[in-house]
């Protein structure tokens, strides 16, 4: 089963750090191991916003942090039209990141590894792992 990381998730696991629970790093690690483990390209969008914004510190830019990404080994996958249908039908709150990293989750029978209260806290059907166990 492929295990979707979050955005803040992702940064996480790349940056090694300790906000990353254990049991939540184990398993990204054995994901990556088997080539389960992905993000949304929409955490990418994400990423270059928040950089934009100074609410991320990077000395690299956004493409280069996707390519960073990428090349440890993190499949990107990518928003389609079916995602964009479906993020917009889900009783979520208005974050469009959210919805479309929720929505690629769905729909690729993924487990969300995400920190995010809003989403573990979600009535949905929507297999998840909190990111700070």
Do not use: V, Y
Not at 1 to 6: A, Q, S
Not at 94 to 122: C, E, N
């Amino acid at each position: 089963m492929t295990l979707l990381l979050d955005t803040h998730a992702a940064l996480w696991f790349a940056l090694e750090d300790a906000a990353l629970g254990k049991r939540s790093r184990a398993l990204a690690a054995q994901a990556l191991e088997e080539s389960r483990l992905a993000i949304s390209a929409i955490s990418f969008w994400e990423i270059a916003l928040l950089i934009q914004k100074g609410r991320l510190q990077s000395d690299l830019p956004g493409t280069e942090l996707r390519l960073t990404l990428l090349d440890t080994g993190i499949a990107e996958l990518p928003l389609t039209g079916e995602i964009a249908l479906l993020s917009a039908t889900l009783g979520l709150h208005p974050d469009p990141a959210d919805r479309f990293i929720a929505a690629t989750a769905i729909l690729h029978q993924a487990t969300l590894l995400t920190a995010d209260a809003r989403l573990l806290d979600w009535k949905h059907a929507l297999r998840r792992q909190n990111a700070r166990r």
